[in-house]
């Protein structure tokens, strides 16, 4: 599809929010995810996340004393139309790739327990083993504060361990390094800032959203952010801060 075909929303071409520049920028920094010379490939979901972390990346390329490459890859379901992220990438001057892969039809063959989980560890994979063929050494996924916290209660609650994904990690099959640069970023200001770009996210086809035990964990972890407000910060400073000194050895 060609831009000519519908109208590109300005928002589009627009500059991104400062507060999520900030978020952004401080996570890249903290965790040193961008360096001179990288090329980095985005996994593009088509969800609200990794549209605006296109956004974000493609504005930080504009203005970072460490010059990096960007391109975007799509991990397309069975019937998932792909168009307008196409003209999306176009617009904001990133390559576009799409990968079809019948990952639900995976998931019901197998009958599998926790097709979240297997999804996500599937599209992830299939896009570092594409980075690697394709000469890129970062992946770069739109995973924001809530994911992390979210992960790191489910964690706690289903298998006893107090842990999250990190930031920023190395894959050793691919030597492909995962960076998150939305991990400071408040799934709020994401939603609200992916509404004043007028970004395309797509409607998602998968028959298990909104039926999973993070959709569980996120309601009832809305429920306590009401009573203790400074929840998600405490749980980011733990993440970071804590050392032997605190384990039941």
């Excluded at 799509?74 to 079809?100: H, I, K, P």
């Excluded at 063929?133 to 809530?146: M, Q, S, T, Y």
């Excluded at 400073?237 to 032997?244: E, P, R, V, W």
């Amino acid at each position: 599809m060609l831009e000519a075909d519908f109208n590109v929303p300005q928002g589009w071409s627009a500059p991104l929010a400062k507060s999520l520049r900030r978020t952004a920028g401080r996570a890249v920094g903290d965790f040193s995810m961008i360096k001179e010379g990288d090329r980095i490939l985005l996994g593009l979901s088509g969800g609200k996340d990794s549209l605006v972390l296109l956004h974000t990346l493609s504005e930080l390329r504009k203005h970072s004393p460490a010059k990096f490459e960007l391109a975007a890859c799509t991990v397309a379901l069975t019937g998932m139309d792909v168009s307008r992220l196409e003209s999306y990438c176009r617009v904001r001057g990133v390559q576009y790739f799409a990968l079809n892969h019948p990952i639900i039809e995976i998931i019901e063959n197998r009958n599998e327990r926790s097709p979240c989980s297997f999804c996500a560890n599937m599209r992830r994979g299939i896009l570092s083993s594409h980075a690697r063929e394709n000469g890129f050494n970062k992946v770069a996924l739109g995973h924001n504060v809530d994911d992390a916290v979210e992960t790191f209660f489910m964690n706690l609650f289903r298998t006893g361990r107090a842990k999250s994904f990190k930031p920023k990690f190395l894959q050793d099959r691919t030597n492909v390094e995962i960076i998150r640069p939305l991990i400071y970023t408040s799934e709020d200001s994401i939603i609200a800032e992916a509404a004043r770009l007028e970004l395309p996210i797509l409607i998602s086809n998968c028959p298990y959203a909104g039926k999973t035990e993070r959709q569980r964990t996120k309601e009832m972890l809305a429920e306590f952010k009401t009573k203790i407000p400074e929840l998600f910060l405490n749980v980011v400073h733990a993440l970071k801060t804590i050392d032997s000194s605190d384990r039941w050895d």
